[in-house]
C-alpha cells in the first residue's frame, strides 16, 4: 500500500434487506466498533447471527458458554449466538502434555525479558495446534450457519477479531513503559519487538488479527456458492488501522498513533483482503479513526487524534448539529478552560517537528522515541487535567461519534464497495454524521 485510499463521498447503496443474514465473527463485548454494523443490519431487517470466542476454566481449558452466559451473550447481541468456541490465537495452545507459549513466558521478569529466549520449534508445534483448533472450529460454525442462510438471500461477514497478547505478568510492566512512560520510565517499542517475547506476541497479532479473516473466507467458501449460484451476495468486512487523515492547518493530512504494535498484523489483513478481491470475493477491510475504547485506553495519546473531529464537523457543513457537539465537549470542561484553548493545545502538536516526523506513510508502523513520549503522553495528561472529571471526556462524546459514523459508512460502502481496502477518514465521517443529523 503506497498510499492511503480514501472513501471521500458518503455512500447510499443497501442491497440488504429482511430475510437476509447478518453475522458477527467475533464476540460482541463493550463498547467498540462493532456495534454500529450490527445497528445498520437492524435497520435493515437482517436477521443477526453471532459468535462466541468461548471462556476458560480453571485449567484454562477452552469451553462453550454456559446456559446462563449464552442468553446474556444472546440478549447482548439481539441474535442467536453459534456456541462453538472460536478463541483465536496460540498462546494458550500446545500439544498435549507440552508446556503453552504462556507457559514459556512464565519465567521472564522485567530484568531478564529482553535477553531471554524461546524454543521456535515447540513456539510452531503450539501455533499449528491453535491454527488447527481454530479451523476446525470454524467448520463447525459454518455447518450450523449453512442452515440459518436461506438460498437466495444474501450475506454480510463482519470480522471484527483483533488483539493477541498473551497474558502473562511482565508484559503489563512492559506495556506500561513503552505505552506510558517517559523520561526515566521510557522504554522503546523497538526493544520489545526485538526481542523473543515480541516476535511471538507479534506472530499471535497475525493469527487473531488477520489469519482469521482468511479463515472466514476461506471456512464460508461453500455457504458463498450456494448463495451466489441463487442469485444471492456475500460480502465481507474488517476493521483497519493504519493512521487516519484528520484536520491539521486546515487540510485533511494523515497522520498516526505511535508505536501501534498490531500495525504488521493489520497490513497482513489489507493484504488477505486485497487477496480476495482478486478472486472475485467482495472482502473489504475499513481502516478506522483512532478512538477511546476499554482496550485502547492503555496507549496514552492515542485519543490526541479525535480532537480534530470538532473543526471537521464544522468543516463539512455541520450546522447547528456541529455547535451542540461543540457545547457538549465544553461542558465536561473544568470552569476557566476553554474548547478553543484545549484544541490550539492539538494544533500545537501536530505542528511540532517531532510529530511531523511520525507522519511518514511509507515507514509505518514506526517505532516510538522519548521525544516522542515527551510529546504525546505530556500533551494528553495536560488535556485531561483540563477536564472536570476523568470519568466524562471530550474523547468520550467524539468516541460516540465516531462509532456511530462508520456503521452506515461500512454497511452502505459494502453494499457496492469501490476497493479491498479503505480509510474512513475525519472528513467522510463528520459527512455522515452532518448527513444522519440534518
Same mark, same amino acid.
Given at each position: 500500500?503506497?498510499?492511503?485510499?480514501?472513501?471521500?463521498?458518503?455512500?447510499?447503496?443497501?442491497?440488504?434487506? =429482511?430475510?437476509? !443474514?447478518?453475522?458477527?465473527?467475533? +464476540? %460482541?463485548? @463493550?463498547?467498540?466498533?462493532?456495534?454500529?454494523?450490527?445497528?445498520? /443490519?437492524?435497520?435493515?431487517?437482517?436477521?443477526?447471527?453471532?459468535?462466541?470466542?468461548?471462556?476458560?476454566?480453571?485449567?484454562?481449558?477452552?469451553?462453550?458458554?454456559?446456559?446462563?452466559?449464552?442468553?446474556?451473550?444472546?440478549?447482548?447481541?439481539?441474535?442467536?449466538?453459534?456456541?462453538?468456541?472460536?478463541?483465536?490465537?496460540?498462546?494458550?495452545?500446545?500439544?498435549?502434555?507440552?508446556?503453552?507459549?504462556?507457559?514459556?513466558?512464565?519465567?521472564?521478569?522485567?530484568?531478564?525479558?529482553?535477553?531471554?529466549?524461546?524454543?521456535?520449534?515447540?513456539?510452531?508445534?503450539?501455533?499449528?495446534?491453535?491454527?488447527?483448533?481454530? =479451523?476446525?472450529? !470454524?467448520?463447525?460454525?459454518?455447518? +450450523? %450457519?449453512? @442452515?440459518?442462510?436461506?438460498?437466495?438471500?444474501?450475506?454480510?461477514? /463482519?470480522?471484527?477479531?483483533?488483539?493477541?497478547?498473551?497474558?502473562?505478568?511482565?508484559?503489563?510492566?512492559?506495556?506500561?513503559?513503552?505505552?506510558?512512560?517517559?523520561?526515566?520510565?521510557?522504554?522503546?517499542?523497538?526493544?520489545?519487538?526485538?526481542?523473543?517475547?515480541?516476535?511471538?506476541?507479534?506472530?499471535?497479532?497475525?493469527?487473531?488479527?488477520?489469519?482469521?479473516?482468511?479463515?472466514?473466507?476461506?471456512?464460508?467458501?461453500?455457504?458463498?456458492?450456494?448463495?451466489?449460484?441463487?442469485?444471492?451476495?456475500?460480502?465481507?468486512?474488517?476493521?483497519?488501522?493504519?493512521?487516519?487523515?484528520?484536520?491539521?492547518?486546515?487540510?485533511?493530512?494523515?497522520?498516526?498513533?505511535?508505536?501501534?504494535?498490531?500495525?504488521?498484523?493489520?497490513?497482513?489483513?489489507?493484504?488477505?483482503?486485497? /487477496?480476495?478481491?482478486?478472486?472475485?470475493?467482495?472482502?473489504?477491510?475499513?481502516?478506522?479513526?483512532?478512538?477511546?475504547?476499554?482496550?485502547?485506553?492503555?496507549?496514552?495519546?492515542?485519543?490526541?487524534?479525535?480532537?480534530?473531529?470538532?473543526?471537521?464537523?464544522?468543516?463539512?457543513?455541520?450546522?447547528?448539529?456541529?455547535?451542540?457537539?461543540?457545547?457538549?465537549?465544553?461542558?465536561?470542561?473544568?470552569?476557566?478552560?476553554?474548547?478553543?484553548?484545549?484544541?490550539?493545545?492539538?494544533?500545537?502538536?501536530?505542528?511540532?517537528?517531532?510529530?511531523?516526523?511520525?507522519?511518514?506513510?511509507?515507514?509505518?508502523?514506526?517505532?516510538?522515541?522519548?521525544?516522542?513520549?515527551?510529546?504525546?503522553?505530556?500533551?494528553?495528561?495536560?488535556?485531561?487535567?483540563?477536564?472536570?472529571?476523568?470519568? /466524562?471526556?471530550?474523547?468520550?462524546?467524539?468516541?460516540?461519534?465516531?462509532?456511530?459514523?462508520?456503521?452506515?459508512?461500512?454497511?452502505?460502502?459494502?453494499?457496492?464497495?469501490?476497493?479491498?481496502?479503505?480509510?474512513?477518514?475525519?472528513?467522510?465521517?463528520?459527512?455522515?454524521?452532518?448527513?444522519?443529523?440534518?
Amino acid at each position: 500500500m503506497k498510499a492511503p485510499i480514501p472513501l471521500r463521498n458518503v455512500p447510499q447503496s443497501n442491497i440488504f434487506r =429482511k430475510g437476509d !443474514v447478518f453475522v458477527l465473527f467475533g +464476540e %460482541l463485548f @463493550g463498547r467498540g466498533y462493532a456495534n454500529g454494523l450490527i445497528n445498520e /443490519a437492524r435497520k435493515a431487517g437482517m436477521t443477526v447471527v453471532g459468535i462466541t470466542v468461548g471462556r476458560r476454566d480453571e485449567n484454562n481449558a477452552l469451553r462453550a458458554l454456559t446456559a446462563e452466559e449464552l442468553a446474556t451473550a444472546e440478549a447482548n447481541l439481539g441474535g442467536r449466538i453459534i456456541n462453538v468456541p472460536l478463541m483465536a490465537g496460540f498462546d494458550l495452545d500446545a500439544p498435549a502434555g507440552e508446556p503453552t507459549p504462556t507457559d514459556l513466558l512464565a519465567d521472564m521478569t522485567l530484568k531478564s525479558w529482553q535477553d531471554d529466549k524461546l524454543d521456535w520449534a515447540h513456539i510452531e508445534k503450539c501455533r499449528a495446534v491453535g491454527v488447527k483448533r481454530f =479451523k476446525d472450529s !470454524v467448520a463447525q460454525v459454518m455447518t +450450523e %450457519l449453512e @442452515g440459518m442462510i436461506p438460498s437466495g438471500s444474501n450475506a454480510f461477514f /463482519a470480522h471484527t477479531m483483533a488483539g493477541g497478547i498473551p497474558k502473562v505478568k511482565v508484559f503489563l510492566a512492559i506495556a506500561n513503559r513503552i505505552y506510558k512512560g517517559r523520561g526515566e520510565r521510557f522504554l522503546s517499542s523497538s526493544a520489545l519487538l526485538n526481542s523473543d517475547l515480541g516476535k511471538l506476541i507479534l506472530m499471535n497479532f497475525d493469527e487473531v488479527t488477520a489469519n482469521t479473516f482468511q479463515h472466514l473466507i476461506e471456512g464460508s467458501a461453500a455457504i458463498r456458492s450456494r448463495l451466489e449460484k441463487a442469485g444471492g451476495q456475500v460480502r465481507y468486512t474488517a476493521y483497519g488501522y493504519h493512521g487516519t487523515e484528520i484536520l491539521i492547518d486546515d487540510q485533511y493530512q494523515w497522520q498516526t498513533y505511535t508505536s501501534y504494535t498490531q500495525g504488521k498484523a493489520k497490513m497482513r489483513l489489507e493484504n488477505i483482503a486485497e /487477496a480476495a478481491w482478486v478472486q472475485g470475493i467482495k472482502a473489504t477491510v475499513y481502516n478506522c479513526p483512532e478512538i477511546r475504547t476499554n482496550s485502547s485506553d492503555i496507549f496514552v495519546g492515542v485519543e490526541l487524534s479525535l480532537f480534530p473531529l470538532l473543526k471537521a464537523l464544522k468543516k463539512e457543513q455541520g450546522g447547528a448539529w456541529a455547535e451542540a457537539q461543540w457545547q457538549a465537549c465544553r461542558d465536561v470542561l473544568q470552569e476557566g478552560q476553554t474548547l478553543e484553548s484545549l484544541l490550539q493545545k492539538i494544533d500545537d502538536y501536530n505542528a511540532s517537528d517531532v510529530m511531523k516526523g511520525f507522519r511518514n506513510f511509507a515507514a509505518w508502523p514506526m517505532a516510538n522515541s522519548a521525544e516522542l513520549a515527551e510529546v504525546m503522553i505530556g500533551t494528553s495528561e495536560e488535556i485531561t487535567k483540563m477536564h472536570k472529571t476523568r470519568d /466524562a471526556l471530550v474523547t468520550d462524546v467524539l468516541s460516540s461519534l465516531v462509532l456511530e459514523g462508520t456503521g452506515p459508512l461500512m454497511f452502505h460502502e459494502s453494499s457496492n464497495p469501490s476497493a479491498p481496502v479503505l480509510w474512513l477518514n475525519h472528513d467522510v465521517i463528520a459527512k455522515q454524521l452532518n448527513l444522519t443529523h440534518r
